[in-house]
């Protein structure tokens, strides 16, 4: 899978990008490997080159989240279109989607009257073929396009929505793909050992369990350090994932204490 | 510019990634335009494609985080050095670096004894060509490459040592390269007023002062919208930038009035 954020303000560090975060640990949790996670600015271009090359790479889905608003700049949909050399085209299922969240609106006394302006049809407005799924909590529906063995999902910036529509129509579509394939993962700690130091003994344990992916994350500074040591793994149920993981700590903490180092199953809360 | 994040715990949503919003940040407050952020996993090939196509969109500056350090996973230099097709080969000038480093936390008793391992050895095995930027609190030095118009910018993924010497060495070349640019941005706040109705509105602004970007972020729902303006210019000196922010936000904000929208300097505490 690949994961395409579409929006200017993480292009200047305005914005922390934890919509990526969140959709790459939740897509992981179903088994889904992410490949690639790219940003672009709201541009037609660099939007429709992003996607373009991200299916020229043939991943099973491709997701983006922004730009799929009311704004001038939100240009997401516009840019897929041009990467599929499709038209955008007023989806009936998708304006009929937008307009009962404006009557609803207008009905409860939160906007003064009903109107389907040009900036809320526009929300409506989804490249040929494409599919939209409805927005549970906010206007802009997010959309599904198939496109030779890829699934393009695209869903809203604002992150209430893209979870939503996520959990809702797009998490199912994942386990769909890998079954009950479970992704499990752990954290120990070392001390009093260089991250050079324990190199090796993590290249050791590695080989020796074959299936779980080891790999260090200085916390403290070099000279001082405290390591998180992340193993994760992912198999057809949890408990042979739980053994695997549980049998490499056991090898790789034996290896750190023979090199003078302590291991810790919790974070040093002063650094 | 183009960011290139290096690392499997990004992928798998275990980290947030805060190096990219940081560098985004900085460069573009030195007037730098950042037109794509990747991120790639601990993969040889990965990494390579990815420092191959930036490169091929000619960007002055490509600036890599993550994957300099001892373990076997830190690849960003066997990347770089495939896409480049150079050799890595040990540097002089590195390995110093490095050596210096082990033999300073030895001599301080903060390692049991001073040895040059492979794991410590590998840091200095920069591409063909490269030269090696010290780094101020760690082992991993930085590297630069210059090739064909981009300079290409190698930091380690610890984040203290990745600011450090970005401030130390990298922010020196961008400023040179952008002048006395500067970068200024301010967000007003719009209550009682959907995205949707705002839209229109900041159109017509932009129109009128064409060198502000503009762009809302809702933080309520579009029910009960909360609406975050942000406005930003980049201009020869910082009077300009201001005086043009000024000027819009005064025409937009009458604007939102004449629509019954009420605009606050602050964001409301309880969103």
């Given at each position: 899978?690949?994961?395409?954020?579409?929006?200017?303000?993480?292009?200047?560090?305005?914005?922390?990008?934890?919509?990526?975060?969140?959709?790459?640990?939740?897509?992981?949790?179903?088994?889904?490997?992410?490949?690639?996670?790219?940003?672009?600015?709201?541009?037609?271009?660099?939007?429709?080159?992003?996607?373009?090359?991200?299916?020229?790479r043939?991943?099973?889905?491709?997701?983006?989240?922004?730009?799929?608003?009311?704004?001038?700049?939100?240009?997401?949909?516009?840019?897929?279109?041009?990467?599929?050399?499709?038209?955008?085209?007023?989806?009936?299922?998708?304006l009929k989607?937008?307009?009962?969240?404006?009557?609803?609106?207008?009905?409860?006394?939160?906007?003064?009257?009903?109107?389907?302006?040009?900036?809320?049809?526009?929300?409506?407005?989804?490249p040929?073929?494409?599919?939209?799924?409805?927005?549970?909590?906010?206007?802009?529906?997010?959309?599904?396009?198939?496109?030779?063995?890829?699934?393009?999902?695209?869903?809203?910036?604002?992150?209430?929505?893209?979870?939503?529509?996520?959990?809702?129509?797009?998490?199912?579509?994942?386990?769909?793909?890998?079954?009950?394939?479970?992704?499990?993962?752990?954290?120990?700690?070392?001390?009093?050992?260089?991250?050079?130091?324990?190199?090796?003994?993590?290249?050791?344990t590695?080989?020796?369990?074959?299936?779980?992916?080891?790999?260090?994350?200085?916390?403290?500074?070099?000279?001082?350090?405290?390591?998180?040591?992340?193993?994760?793994?992912?198999?057809?149920?949890?408990?042979?994932?739980?053994?695997?993981?549980?049998?490499?700590?056991?090898?790789?903490?034996?290896?750190?204490?023979?090199?003078?180092?302590?291991?810790?199953?919790?974070?040093?809360?002063?650094?």
């Open positions: 899978m690949e994961i395409i954020c579409v929006g200017n303000e993480l292009l200047i560090g305005k914005t922390l990008n934890t919509n990526a975060q969140w959709l790459a640990k939740r897509a992981t949790t179903l088994g889904i490997t992410i490949k690639r996670i790219t940003t672009v600015g709201d541009d037609v271009d660099e939007i429709a080159n992003a996607v373009r090359e991200a299916l020229e043939k991943p099973r889905f491709i997701i983006t989240t922004g730009g799929l608003g009311p704004t001038f700049d939100d240009k997401t949909l516009e840019g897929i279109a041009k990467a599929l050399n499709r038209r955008l085209e007023l989806n009936e299922k998708a989607m937008v307009r009962e969240k404006y009557e609803e609106y207008a009905k409860a006394g939160k906007i003064d009257a009903f109107e389907m302006t040009p900036h809320r049809v526009k929300m409506a407005r989804l040929e073929g494409a599919e939209p799924l409805p927005n549970p909590v906010g206007t802009a529906p997010g959309v599904l396009i198939k496109t030779n063995g890829t699934d393009l999902i695209a869903l809203p910036g604002v992150p209430s929505e893209m979870k939503s529509i996520f959990d809702e129509y797009v998490a199912a579509m994942l386990r769909k793909e890998t079954g009950e394939i479970t992704f499990f993962e752990t954290s120990i700690y070392a001390d009093n050992i260089m991250e050079s130091t324990l190199a090796p003994l993590i290249d050791i590695m080989h020796d369990n074959p299936y779980v992916y080891i790999k260090s994350h200085p916390i403290g500074a070099e000279e001082k350090p405290h390591i998180e040591i992340h193993l994760s793994t992912t198999a057809k149920d949890s408990k042979t994932a739980k053994d695997r993981i549980g049998k490499a700590i056991i090898q790789l903490s034996e290896l750190i204490r023979d090199k003078g180092g302590k291991v810790k199953l919790l974070k040093n809360e002063n650094n």
